[in-house]
């Protein structure tokens, strides 16, 4: 997944969907490329840490 431009509380829905989606593959894997991202909030971070949890099966 290679997110692009800002991430902030504007945005963030399509990338909070793509790293919630029900995981498939064993183990579980989500490459995130943030090289052409210019601007992320703690907003975004939560949702990379929402996003891991989910694939791993932590709770909260």
Not at 9 to 36: G, K, M
């Amino acid at each position: 997944m290679r997110p692009h431009g800002e991430i902030d509380h504007h945005n963030i829905a399509p990338l909070r969907q793509a790293l919630t989606r029900e995981h498939t593959t064993v183990p579980a894997r989500t490459v995130v490329d943030l090289s052409e991202v210019t601007f992320m909030d703690s907003t975004g971070l939560n949702a990379l840490i929402i996003g891991h949890r989910a694939a791993h099966g932590t709770p909260g």
